[in-house]
């Protein structure tokens, strides 16, 4: 039992490396040696932390694919939603207790890697590196950060030279595949489809497609189809015969992910020295697709002058290539179910493309689509770090100054060639983006600590920080190349069509902090902590916010008084701060005019809706420009502010072999910034960054950890530990402008999003499908109402169907997150179980929109639950009467295509074995593991949820299995 782990969880900030234990010979149980912790800018014992906080159990993940540690952490860490998908490219969204304003505002935490902050992606960063996470959920925890801590803060130490002592080699190979249950029809199915749609509406089936000609017996009562004829071909061109085309296996594939480690770890009583390089490659199930990163590390320090200086750096570089399939994976999917299997891949000739023609969407070809960019990249290098000094001049006195440096460089190279498919037409193009953004932080603090008589001890931490952001980019692009090769293809060569663009932009940030830790017999602890941030995102009148947070804990089981025996640890423990987020356009508080050129109008190619006017009538030549306004300025701006309470309790049972915590917290946003969204009599530009709203997020977090022993006669000891965490966290919008309420779903009058979710969805309750005329004849009036169609409630009661009986009727929001790990050891063999989960909530099936209907997109294709769908013979069925005219509305927003969110998956599966040190020591190596490991082998659905996977619903790019084999040796 690693129940250090535990009390981190609860408590901690940030485990400093090298922390060390010790295995007790009367079980699992490892108590540390040293309980010492980072607290933002500081450290101290691990006992008098009073946050509440996840320490991440590394070994957990250490099997996983090294692509993203916020994917590898999911459904790990209480308070903390993590949702992905099966892009190689492995970004993740993280939201920490909660959200904001959704899309228009900003909801994402602070990351902290080794003092530098940042708030990109963490795929950028190499887990293999990582020593330590600390996930700050509640604002006393954060304060320190301040302005930018309003969303949670992350915490990451990397690897020191004593973390990794040796050379270090890790190797795992991964097999990745994803079978949909779509199953879209095939051409005589669809054709078939096609038939009783049209028979249904009593029209003439040879009316209803170019593509299909019907033999049939013309009698609407009793239909009769003989033969289905296909043209000889598709277009008048005669260049595609009809097809029958798997579309989803045309563009799917196995993918692999290979995974190389390679450290180099030492250490001394004065320095410490560790360094990296890793390879990752991830193909996506999505023909083409992938993504390749390479990184680099190098930590160090030296302690010298008898220790009272150190000096020490930790600098991490990568470079990383991702393809544009990746982006364009989601919409090949779409477009696999959406395009005809009539439709070929390629013309009869083998050279051109299948495409869309007479009858058939006019939607691209998703093979062209993957083929012809899978060559168009885009790179990105990163260099974080830092650089610092240390000196102590008393024993009892830490003088450091830190310099870190977050730069990124991207470059991007995107050509396509000129193609026809099927009608579609497109001339070649060349775009180029090239951009550099640079963050400096330089942090100096001062901290000082005294141990008083009568067992009173007072530390002070005070602190300056400035940082500095900078971004500057350019584009071009243009047409009209001689040569279709991409050698040739440079801005250079191109011969019409040409644009260029360019954008800049930079702020910065200085803060001053101070925090102050009580501590009186190691039973009652107190903190206080006041943080003064200046943004230059904000105007003169609001450019500085202060963020004070207090906090306390209680050691019960401490007293004298206290005398339970099965109880060996109780602490309670509560906090109150505020956090802010400055999030937002630079240019914010001006009112801007820009010059617009060439813009079409959206409703006549005869009307050039751009700045630029001929002035003297020449008729010719270049155009003088005016100026247009995009948005008002707000000079009164001001610090959007997180105000949180938290009360917890952290608990250890039964001789340290039970262990847990809860949490209960609320948190109001308040002055959220986003952006207005004014109707159109407001006059052109009239949206502004305004503080618009209240959200409240209010919930509760448990941990808990159970570890023991268990011996079987004539087989040995076997050690085991079962870990589970479940979360809950409830959202409501308090207040909004009135010019931002209406960017949300309602009425605009007395039904709006005020009092709801922020993720509330707003539409019709549909009620089943129409069984007879006489179920049509009882309800309200409903346009398009027929047997066999949906059936909409009269929520008004006034006997008609109308936009009066829409209602907010369900929320993305989850009831509950859990994850519940267990983890069994015997002799050299190791097995770990990981099941993730979501209870609660709803999504929105997408796919219903093809595979339930033949009305709402009449040119695409259709999923086989067609094939079932409502008959005067097969009442049974949820999926409406097949018709080719939507009279009935049925694409409206409504509960049809909203369901049950739950699911649980067991994410993780892994065996290990760990051969003998006789049986490394014949290689030169020490110690080293096997293993083989499965993700996403298993998802259950409640009854009636027609997803496939819940996790990613709609044409999202799926989640795939995965089977990993791998092997960490140590030399």
């Known amino acids: 039992m690693n129940k250090s782990l535990f009390t981190l969880s609860a408590l901690a900030c940030a485990i400093t490396p090298g922390l060390a234990y010790a295995q007790s010979d009367s079980g699992p149980a490892m108590q540390p040696l040293e309980e010492v912790?980072?607290?933002?800018?500081?450290?101290?014992?691990?006992?008098?932390?009073?946050?509440?906080?996840?320490?991440?159990?590394?070994?957990?993940?250490?099997?996983?694919?090294?692509?993203?540690?916020?994917?590898?952490?999911?459904?790990?860490?209480?308070?903390?939603?993590?949702?992905?998908?099966?892009?190689?490219?492995?970004?993740?969204?993280?939201?920490?207790?909660?959200?904001?304003?959704?899309?228009?505002?900003?909801?994402?935490?602070?990351?902290?890697?080794?003092?530098?902050?940042?708030?990109?992606?963490?795929?950028?960063?190499?887990?293999?590196?990582?020593?330590?996470?600390?996930?700050?959920?509640?604002?006393?925890?954060?304060?320190?950060?301040?302005?930018?801590?309003?969303?949670?803060?992350?915490?990451?130490?990397?690897?020191?030279?004593?973390?990794?002592?040796?050379?270090?080699?890790?190797?795992?190979?991964?097999?990745?595949?994803?079978?949909y249950d779509l199953n879209p029809l095939n051409t005589q199915q669809?054709?078939?489809?096609?038939?009783?749609?049209?028979?249904?509406?009593?029209?003439?089936?040879?009316?209803?497609?170019?593509?299909?000609?019907?033999?049939?017996?013309?009698?609407?009562?009793?239909?009769?189809?003989?033969?289905?004829?296909?043209?000889?071909?598709?277009?008048?061109?005669?260049?595609?015969?009809?097809?029958?085309?798997?579309?989803?296996?045309?563009?799917?594939?196995?993918?692999?992910?290979?995974?190389l480690h390679v450290s180099m770890g030492n250490s001394s009583d004065r320095s410490n020295v560790y360094a990296s390089f890793g390879y990752y490659n991830a193909q996506g199930v999505v023909d083409e697709s992938e993504f390749e990163r390479l990184a680099f590390r190098v930590n160090s320090s030296l302690d010298f002058l008898d220790g009272d200086v150190t000096i020490g750096e930790n600098f991490t570089f990568t470079n990383q290539v991702s393809n544009k399939v990746n982006d364009l994976a989601e919409g090949a999917l779409n477009l696999s179910i959406e395009q005809q299997s009539i439709v070929p891949i390629r013309t009869e000739d083998g050279l051109g493309w299948g495409g869309p023609a007479a009858g058939i969407t006019d939607r691209d070809n998703p093979v062209r689509l993957i083929e012809m960019n899978k060559d168009n990249e885009n790179t990105y290098n990163r260099m974080v770090g830092n650089a610092y000094v240390e000196y102590r001049p008393l024993d009892d006195l830490i003088l450091r100054s830190n310099v870190g440096v977050d730069y990124g460089q991207f470059y991007y190279r995107d050509y396509t060639r000129a193609f026809q498919a099927g009608n579609l037409n497109f001339e070649d193009q060349l775009n180029t983006n090239h951009n550099w953004n640079k963050t400096l932080v330089w942090t100096n603090t001062a901290e000082q600590s005294w141990d008083f008589d009568g067992g009173h001890f007072l530390k002070v931490l005070v602190g300056a920080e400035t940082v500095d952001f900078e971004t500057e980019g350019?584009?071009?692009?243009?047409?009209?190349?001689?040569?279709?090769?991409?050698?040739?293809?440079?801005?250079?060569?191109?011969?019409?069509?040409?644009?260029?663009?360019?954008?800049?932009?930079?702020?910065?940030?200085?803060?001053?902090?101070?925090?102050?830790?009580?501590?009186?017999?190691?039973?009652?602890?107190?903190?206080?902590?006041?943080?003064?941030?200046?943004?230059?995102?904000f105007g003169d009148n609001n450019q500085y916010g202060t963020f004070p947070a207090v906090s306390a804990g209680w050691f019960v089981s401490d007293e004298a008084f206290f005398d339970v025996d099965f109880i060996d640890e109780l602490k309670l423990r509560a906090s109150w701060g505020e956090n802010g987020n400055q999030e937002i356009d630079t240019r914010a508080t001006s009112t801007i005019y820009e010059s617009r050129y060439a813009t079409t109008s959206l409703f006549t190619t005869q009307q050039d809706e751009g700045t630029a006017y001929d002035l003297n009538g020449a008729d010719t030549g270049n155009l003088p420009s005016g100026f247009a306004r995009v948005q008002i300025g707000n000079p009164d701006l001001k610090w959007e502010t997180s105000v949180q309470t938290n009360v917890g309790i952290d608990f250890e049972m039964f001789g340290g072999s039970f262990w847990g915590s809860l949490d209960w917290f609320d948190k109001t946003t308040e002055d959220i910034l986003t952006r207005t969204q004014p109707l159109a009599t407001q006059g052109e530009g009239a949206s502004q960054i305004v503080n618009g709203g209240t959200i409240e997020n209010s919930g509760f977090e448990l941990v808990?950890?159970?570890?023991?022993?268990?011996?079987?006669?004539?087989?040995?000891?076997?050690?085991?530990?079962?870990?589970?965490?479940?979360?809950?966290?409830?959202?409501?919008?308090?207040?909004?402008?009135?010019?931002?309420?209406?960017?949300?779903?309602?009425?605009?009058?007395?039904?709006?999003?005020?009092?709801?979710?922020?993720?509330?969805?707003?539409?019709?309750?549909?009620?089943?499908?129409?069984?007879?005329?006489?179920?049509?004849?009882?309800?309200?009036?409903?346009?398009?109402?027929?047997?066999?169609?949906?059936?909409?409630?009269?929520?008004?009661?006034?006997?008609?169907?109308?936009?009066?009986?829409?209602?907010?009727?369900?929320?993305?929001?989850?009831?509950?997150?859990?994850?519940?790990?267990?983890?069994?050891?015997?002799?050299?063999?190791?097995?770990?179980?990981?099941?993730?989960?979501?209870?609660?909530?709803?999504?929105?099936?997408?796919?219903?929109?093809?595979?339930?209907?033949?009305?709402?997109?009449?040119?695409?294709?259709?999923?086989?639950?067609?094939?079932?769908?409502?008959?005067?013979?097969?009442?049974?069925?949820?999926?409406?009467?097949?018709?080719?005219?939507?009279?009935?509305?049925?694409?409206?927003?409504?509960?049809?295509?909203?369901?049950?969110?739950?699911?649980?998956?067991?994410?993780?599966?892994?065996?290990?074995?760990?051969?003998?040190?006789?049986?490394?020591?014949?290689?030169?190596?020490?110690?080293?593991?096997?293993?083989?490991?499965?993700?996403?082998?298993?998802?259950?659905?409640?009854?009636g949820t027609l997803a496939q996977d819940p996790e990613t619903p709609g044409a999202t790019f799926p989640i795939p299995r995965s089977i990993n084999v791998g092997v960490n040796v140590t030399f």
């Open 37 to 179: 912790v980072v607290t933002g800018y500081s450290t101290t014992e691990e006992k008098k932390l009073l946050g509440a906080v996840n320490a991440v159990n590394l070994d957990d993940v250490q099997d996983l694919p090294s692509g993203n540690i916020m994917q590898n952490l999911q459904g790990r860490l209480p308070g903390v939603q993590i949702s992905s998908n099966g892009n190689p490219n492995p970004s993740s969204r993280v939201r920490i207790r909660g959200q904001g304003i959704g899309g228009l505002g900003f909801n994402d935490p602070l990351y902290v890697i080794d003092g530098v902050p940042t708030t990109k992606g963490m795929h950028e960063l190499n887990p293999n590196d990582i020593a330590s996470i600390q996930v700050l959920r509640d604002a006393a925890t954060g304060s320190v950060y301040g302005a930018r801590a309003a969303n949670g803060v992350i915490v990451i130490t990397t690897k020191k030279g004593s973390d990794a002592e040796g050379v270090q080699v890790k190797l795992n190979q991964s097999y990745q595949d994803y079978s």
């Open 190 to 259: 669809r054709a078939r489809a096609v038939f009783q749609a049209a028979v249904n509406d009593g029209s003439d089936p040879n009316n209803a497609s170019p593509l299909y000609n019907y033999d049939w017996n013309g009698d609407f009562s009793n239909p009769q189809l003989n033969e289905i004829r296909l043209p000889e071909y598709l277009d008048s061109a005669q260049t595609m015969r009809p097809a029958d085309t798997n579309w989803f296996d045309a563009v799917t594939r196995t993918a692999k992910v290979s995974d």
């Open 474 to 537: 350019f584009s071009g692009s243009n047409q009209g190349y001689a040569s279709d090769s991409r050698d040739f293809a440079f801005l250079s060569q191109g011969t019409s069509g040409t644009e260029v663009g360019g954008s800049g932009d930079a702020w910065n940030m200085q803060s001053y902090f101070t925090q102050i830790d009580y501590d009186f017999e190691g039973r009652y602890l107190a903190s206080v902590t006041v943080r003064r941030d200046g943004s230059s995102r």
């Open 704 to 943: 808990l950890n159970y570890a023991n022993d268990f011996e079987i006669d004539g087989v040995g000891v076997f050690n085991y530990e079962i870990s589970g965490n479940v979360s809950s966290a409830e959202n409501e919008v308090i207040s909004l402008p009135a010019d931002v309420v209406n960017s949300f779903p309602g009425d605009g009058r007395d039904k709006t999003i005020l009092g709801q979710s922020i993720n509330a969805v707003y539409g019709y309750v549909a009620d089943g499908l129409f069984q007879n005329q006489d179920e049509v004849d009882a309800h309200a009036t409903q346009g398009g109402a027929a047997p066999g169609r949906i059936r909409y409630s009269d929520l008004n009661g006034d006997g008609e169907i109308t936009e009066a009986d829409q209602t907010f009727f369900t929320t993305s929001d989850p009831d509950l997150i859990y994850g519940v790990n267990f983890k069994l050891g015997y002799e050299n063999w190791d097995f770990n179980m990981f099941w993730q989960g979501v209870h609660g909530g709803q999504i929105r099936n997408h796919w219903r929109f093809f595979t339930d209907f033949t009305s709402l997109n009449a040119g695409s294709n259709y999923g086989d639950r067609v094939l079932g769908a409502w008959s005067p013979d097969n009442t049974g069925s949820n999926v409406p009467a097949l018709t080719l005219v939507d009279n009935n509305n049925e694409a409206r927003s409504s509960t049809f295509f909203w369901e049950d969110a739950s699911y649980i998956k067991l994410r993780d599966l892994s065996v290990g074995y760990t051969p003998s040190d006789t049986f490394w020591g014949a290689i030169g190596a020490s110690t080293g593991r096997f293993y083989i490991q499965g993700q996403n082998l298993l998802t259950i659905t409640p009854d």
